[in-house]
């Protein structure tokens, strides 16, 4: 594996376990965002890797937060909330 890739690599493992708590931050300041990642200005992620990032967060991340009472999660809408618990 090449230096950048393994940068890159780690770059998107970063972002992909930094989400649920940028998720919850978004939510500090607006009640409601889009369920869409969170990315910070300087990140750059391929399109396989944008598309997992998707995935996680709708299959595994915005579930947990949800389960967990932290946020409402409207799959028809696209959009997080947040929950009884928040």
Do not use: N
């Not at 965002?33 to 299959?59: G, K, M, N, Q, R």
Request: proline share 3%; glycine share 4%; charged share 35%.
């Amino acid at each position: 594996m090449s230096r950048q890739s393994s940068e890159r690599s780690k770059e998107f493992l970063t972002v992909l376990r930094e989400q649920k708590g940028r998720i919850l931050s978004a939510l500090l300041e607006d009640g409601t965002i889009p369920a869409t990642p969170i990315l910070w200005d300087d990140e750059t992620l391929s399109c396989e890797e944008y598309v997992t990032l998707v995935y996680e967060l709708h299959h595994v991340h915005l579930p947990e937060l949800k389960a967990d009472g932290f946020v409402e999660f409207d799959r028809h809408r696209d959009e997080v909330r947040r929950g009884e618990r928040f």
